[in-house]
């Protein structure tokens, strides 16, 4: 509506349903709206912004928060301009740019990110900003202490509120993972804690990956999540002090959500490099004989090993359980001394969608014969076979009498959405468009060869079309775009249509269906 006149006016919807006795007839209303004319422009004085969550994660989960709204509080409360929002890092959360909706990524990219709200003036006059802060992960932070003090993890979001939530029904359970073997253990058992708190820290600790398992019980289910690992550095007092600097890079191909520790689509034959610069930082303290440890994927081809720039044969590789292990010995490292390691490899075959993290770590002595241990921040990659994967379910039209049925004959329920008649992972890197056809081979048939009298249709909004020996499109997607799995709502998609007037023998009748997928001319 356009308002002619100043002042304010109060609107509200009805809606009624019509029955043939009037006083059953449900009538319903909705919330009352107010709209205010003003004659002339207000611009904003004051302007602050909040979020209705600090903290929402990266993985998705039925119990976790992947999404907030951030509010913008405008002085005067009659502003009439409008509020346009924005964020710095879309990596990490994008946001709409009218609503506020804040949606996390779901690549377990993790950081803080920086809300913007700009108020503008509908006189024209320059906009005012102001911004929130905003975290996005996976439920845990990385940890720093110095050996010998203890360490607390804590859970972040809505899942560390668990404790003030008295009708809930949950338990929380801590694992640590070992850096080098990857053996996992329970270290907290039975108390449903929201935080652990290490023993003191040995420089054994150092590397130590901490992760915490959520199950949550609420209406008759059960929901499970597994926060991120988050790594426990551990820091010496003495002796050197060793930092590893370490990337990870795919040359073969550029992802946009890539970063120096992760990168996203690797397929088979890739070109990917690890690098890593390690510093003895010590003033005082030197580390002699040390062992460069780096765990590769499994037949991962070392094309080449580079220190300093230069070219290394001084170098093992063996295989263990799921990875291997590249070592470079005999590294030393004076008072303030640094060596640059380039490792260049090629993926080997990559048959599913996988990741594989990669924690490095070099062990030596020092200058007393100590030993001396650190662990590099951990690598990923994240692997895919670049090709449309899928698998198709059977579909089920129950028992049907020999004659007289209904004319049209529905799917059994677990065919139904929100269950899927087709799975669909589209690990494809280059996404062309697709369309999506589908037959009927040939007609029901029972063992002893009778035929069923009826064949299957295709059932949309727009109509209906046989699928017996007729090829029909069923979905497709645009370039660009994914390829989504395909569910059917229960009176839509593949039915079966009877003849109800012939007799059917007894028996199990089955036919094949046809799936085709062809590419689409990009527009």
Do not use: C
């Not at 975290?135 to 845990?140: E, H, I, K």
């Not at 992760?262 to 580390?287: E, M, P």
């Not at 727009?462 to 645009?478: K, P, R």
Request: zero cysteines.
């Amino acid at each position: 509506m356009t308002p002619t006149e100043v002042g304010t006016k109060y609107y509200q919807q009805k809606t009624a349903w019509y029955m043939f006795i009037s006083a059953l007839s449900p009538t319903v209303w909705s919330q009352v709206a107010a709209v205010h004319t003003l004659d002339s422009d207000v611009d904003v004085d004051d302007l602050t912004v909040t979020t209705d969550d600090d903290y929402i994660y990266n993985q998705t989960s039925d119990i976790t928060t992947t999404s907030t709204y951030a509010r913008a509080h405008v002085k005067p409360e009659n502003f009439t301009g409008t509020i346009k929002w924005s964020i710095d890092k879309p990596e990490l959360a994008t946001i709409d740019e009218e609503t506020g909706l804040i949606t996390a990524n779901n690549r377990s990219q993790s950081g803080e990110v920086t809300v913007t709200a700009t108020a503008v003036n509908s006189s024209n006059s320059a906009p005012k900003e102001a911004e929130a802060k905003l975290m996005v992960g996976g439920g845990l932070e990385d940890q720093t202490v110095n050996v010998g003090e203890k360490a607390t993890f804590a859970l972040m979001g809505n899942i560390g509120e668990f404790e003030e939530q008295e009708d809930l029904n949950y338990s929380i359970r801590w694992f640590k993972e070992d850096p080098i073997t990857h053996e996992q253990s329970e270290i907290e058992i039975g108390k449903n804690s929201v935080a652990h708190t290490t023993d003191a820290t040995t420089l054994d600790d150092d590397g130590a990956e901490y992760f915490a398992h959520i199950e949550a019980k609420t209406n008759g289910k059960t929901y499970e999540y597994d926060t991120n690992k988050a790594k426990l550095h551990v820091l010496s007092t003495e002796g050197p002090t060793i930092e590893l600097d370490e990337t990870i890079k795919n040359n073969t191909y550029d992802n946009n959500s890539d970063t120096e520790k992760t990168i996203y689509d690797v397929i088979s034959q890739d070109k990917v490099v690890y690098n890593s610069t390690i510093t003895n930082t010590s003033n005082g303290a030197r580390l002699k004989d040390a062992t460069y440890t780096v765990p590769l994927r499994s037949d991962t081809k070392v094309n080449k090993v580079l220190i300093d720039g230069e070219e290394t044969n001084d170098y093992s590789v063996t295989s263990g359980s799921g990875e291997d292990d590249l070592k470079i010995k005999n590294l030393a490292f004076g008072i303030n001394q640094s060596h640059e390691i380039e490792i260049q490899t090629t993926v080997s075959d990559v048959n599913s969608r996988e990741s594989f993290r990669s924690n490095a770590h070099i062990e030596g002595t020092d200058d007393n014969g100590n030993t001396v241990k650190k662990s590099g921040d951990t690598r990923t990659l994240n692997l895919i076979t670049n090709k449309l994967e899928y698998q198709v379910n059977d579909i089920d039209y129950g028992t049907i009498k020999p004659i007289g049925n209904e004319k049209v004959i529905y799917r059994q329920d677990e065919t139904n959405w929100p269950n899927n008649i087709m799975n669909v992972d589209d690990m494809r890197r280059s996404k062309s468009g697709v369309q999506l056809y589908l037959s009927q081979a040939a007609d029901f048939t029972d063992d002893s060869g009778n035929v069923l009298q009826g064949h299957l249709k295709y059932y949309d909004d727009d109509g209906e079309a046989d699928l017996l020996n007729n090829s029909i499109l069923v979905s497709n997607s645009t370039s660009g775009q994914g390829m989504n799995s395909l569910s059917w709502r229960a009176d839509k998609g593949v039915l079966l249509e009877m003849d109800n007037r012939m007799m059917n023998a007894s028996g199990n009748y089955h036919t094949k269906l046809n799936w085709t997928f062809v590419d689409s001319l990009d527009e």
